[in-house]
């Protein structure tokens, strides 16, 4: 009897080493907090370097421009602690090979560490990924009117959403195009 409760002494203490060695670990990993600007940035960039691993022309951005969305349940404007994320699309018309591009997409998305899976792969893949440079993406070979769509959603980051998008209103009055405005139709003031 004494041999089982010294082994069992050995193991307790063993795994008590071992989770506070594990806790240690947990505690010490870096957590890195982007600005919402350099989602938005990010989520673009995705988006536009997803599109060029297809053999697909014609992209455009199906809901505009970026946006900035609240994360937090309730209204946070004016709050400090608000929290934003940026999101931001394309389409484009379908292309022919639903399965290989579905492949393509998502071996790109794995090259960047992203954790992806695909739904319904071997008909109209959709891909769906998560971490790496962005916080979720997701590839459809199959959205609505024949079209394919990528689209990305970056981390939360501090920031309200409602002033994040004035300011960018503010910025593209003054002329300047943002991440993700590029294919917009701006229109021109007429001339008075």
């Known amino acids: 009897m004494p041999a089982f409760r010294t082994r069992m002494w050995m193991f307790t203490a063993a795994a008590a080493v071992l989770l506070v060695g ?44 970026a946006g900035a969305r609240e994360c937090t349940p309730e209204s946070s404007h004016g709050r400090e602690d608000a929290t934003a994320s940026y999101s931001y699309d394309r389409w484009a018309p379908q292309g022919t ?15 960047l ?14 891909v769906f990924a998560e971490g790496g440079p962005v916080l979720r993406a997701v590839f459809d070979t199959d959205a609505p009117e024949k079209s394919y769509s990528i ?8 920031g309200d959403a409602w002033t994040l998008n004035e300011e960018d209103s503010a910025e593209r009055d003054q002329g300047k195009v943002l991440p993700g405005d590029e294919g917009l139709v701006l229109q021109e003031e007429p001339p008075q």
Request: proline letters at 7%.
């Open 151 to 158: 689209g990305a959603t970056a981390p939360c980051s501090p």
């Open 22 to 65: 594990i806790t240690a670990c947990a505690e010490k990993e870096p957590t890195t907090t982007i600005s919402v600007r350099e989602g938005r940035d990010r989520v673009v960039e995705l988006v536009f370097n997803t599109a060029e691993q297809l053999d697909v022309n014609g992209w455009w951005p199906r809901n505009g421009s």
């Open 113 to 126: 560490g992203m954790s992806v899976r695909t739904v319904n792969p071997t008909t109209t893949p959709t």
């Open 97 to 111: 090979d639903h399965i290989g591009d579905a492949k393509r997409v998502a071996e790109y998305w794995e090259s």
